[in-house]
C-alpha cells in the first residue's frame, strides 16, 4: 500500500474527482483538513484526514481532529472532538463510525445528542456510547445516561435510554430517575419509564415511587399528563405525608408548580390520619370514594362518599373531653385549621354510630 501526501492545490483538484467516482447517494464534500493521506488498496481508496478535519457526506456535516474514510467497505471513522450536525439535530462524542450503507453511526466518550425544536426548546441524550440510526431517525444510548428537556423543565438519569425522534416517544430503563423542577422538585422512579412527546405523558412503570416535597407515593403503574399536571396511580397505589397516608384501588392526583393540590381516590379507599400534626395515625375513613384537598404541604380538607365509615379519637386537651366515636354513613367530611388540627367531621345520610366518652368522675 502506498501512502500519498497531498498539498493543498492538488488537494482540490483529485478530491472531487474521487467523490465522483463514489456511486453512494450521500455525496462527500472535503471542506478542510490541515493534512490529507490518499492510499489505494485493492478494496478501494482511503483517505487519512489530520488536524481541523471538516467535511460533508450530503447535508450532514461531520468535525473532528482525525478521519479516516475508507470508500470500499464505506466507513469513515473519526477520533478527537468529534462534532455531527443535521438539521436540527447534534452529535458530539470523542470517537465515531459512521457505516454509511445501513447509515449507522456508532459513537463512544462523552456522548451527547441535541435536538432544537421549532420553538426553540432544547431536548438532550447524553452518555458513555451510542448509536444513531440515520435512517430510522432513533438514538440508543447507554452507561451513566443523562437526558434534559427544555420544555418540560425536566432531568432524567438511568443506565439504558432509546429514543425514536420521527415518533415522538422514547424510553428509560436501568434504574430511571425523572426530575422535574428547579425549586419544588417533582421526583419519579420506576423500573420504565417512557415519554410522548406530542401527548406530553409520561408512563412509568413497575416499583413507581414519587416525590413532591413532604408527599409521596408509591404503585405498580403511573401515567402523567404534564399539560394538565394530572397523575394517575394505579397498582396498589400509596399516599403518605407527616399527616395521614391513603390507600386505594386508584389514585388521581393533580399538581400545581408539581406540588399536589387535589387527590381523588377511588374505589376500596382507606385513609389514616391525626388529629393533630406529629401525632399517631389512629383515625381512619373507609369508603368507596375520596378526595383529599391540599394547600402547600398540608391537608387542607377531605370528603368521603359511598359506604363510609370512620374511627375517631378525641384525646383530652384543654376543655375538650376525651372520647371515641364511631360511625357508617353515605357521606363524611372533614376541615383541618392551618396547623393541621381537625376542625369539624360531620356525616350524613344514613348514619348508625357510637360515642364512647372517658368519664373522670
Request: proline residues 2%.
Amino acid at each position: 500500500m502506498k501512502k500519498t501526501l497531498i498539498g493543498s492545490l492538488l488537494l482540490l483538484i483529485l478530491l472531487p474527482v474521487w467523490a465522483q467516482k463514489r456511486n453512494d447517494p450521500e455525496k462527500f464534500r472535503l471542506i478542510h483538513s490541515d493534512k490529507l493521506y490518499m492510499s489505494k488498496l485493492d478494496s478501494g481508496q482511503i483517505l487519512e484526514l489530520n488536524g481541523n478535519v471538516h467535511f460533508y457526506y450530503g447535508d450532514t456535516q461531520f468535525k473532528s481532529d482525525r478521519a479516516l474514510i475508507l470508500d470500499g467497505p464505506k466507513i469513515a471513522r473519526l477520533s478527537g472532538r468529534v462534532a455531527v450536525s443535521n438539521d436540527s439535530l447534534n452529535l458530539v462524542a470523542d470517537s465515531l463510525a459512521y457505516y454509511r450503507i445501513p447509515q449507522i453511526l456508532n459513537l463512544g466518550g462523552r456522548v451527547r445528542i441535541t435536538q432544537t425544536t421549532a420553538e426553540g426548546n432544547t431536548r438532550w441524550y447524553q452518555g458513555d456510547y451510542g448509536i444513531y440510526d440515520q435512517a430510522k431517525d432513533t438514538f440508543t444510548t447507554w452507561s451513566n445516561v443523562r437526558a434534559y428537556d427544555q420544555q418540560e423543565n425536566a432531568q432524567s438519569s438511568c443506565g439504558y435510554a432509546f429514543w425514536d425522534r420521527r415518533a415522538g416517544y422514547s424510553y428509560l430503563i436501568e434504574s430511571p430517575v425523572v426530575s422535574a423542577g428547579t425549586t419544588d422538585i417533582l421526583t419519579v422512579k420506576a423500573d420504565k419509564m417512557e415519554f410522548f412527546e406530542q401527548e406530553r405523558k409520561l408512563i412509568a412503570t413497575f416499583n413507581v415511587d414519587v416525590r413532591s416535597g413532604e408527599y409521596h407515593a408509591t404503585s405498580d403503574f403511573l401515567i402523567y399528563f404534564s399539560e394538565e399536571e394530572k397523575a394517575v396511580f394505579i397498582g396498589e397505589p400509596r399516599f403518605d405525608n407527616p399527616f395521614a397516608n391513603a390507600e386505594a384501588k386508584e389514585f388521581q392526583i393533580w399538581f400545581k408548580d408539581r406540588k399536589p393540590t387535589q387527590a381523588v381516590l377511588m374505589d376500596s379507599c382507606y385513609v389514616r390520619f391525626s388529629s393533630k400534626e406529629d401525632l399517631p395515625r389512629t383515625n381512619w375513613v373507609k369508603a368507596q370514594n375520596v378526595i383529599l384537598n391540599f394547600t402547600g404541604d398540608e391537608i387542607r380538607d377531605f370528603t368521603a362518599e359511598n359506604e363510609v365509615s370512620y374511627y375517631f379519637v378525641q384525646d383530652q386537651e384543654g376543655d375538650k373531653d376525651y372520647f371515641i366515636n364511631t360511625a357508617t354513613g353515605e357521606y363524611l367530611e372533614a376541615k383541618f385549621s392551618e396547623d393541621n388540627e381537625l376542625q369539624i367531621m360531620n356525616m350524613r345520610g344514613g348514619i348508625k354510630g357510637s360515642y364512647k366518652f372517658k368519664n373522670d368522675s
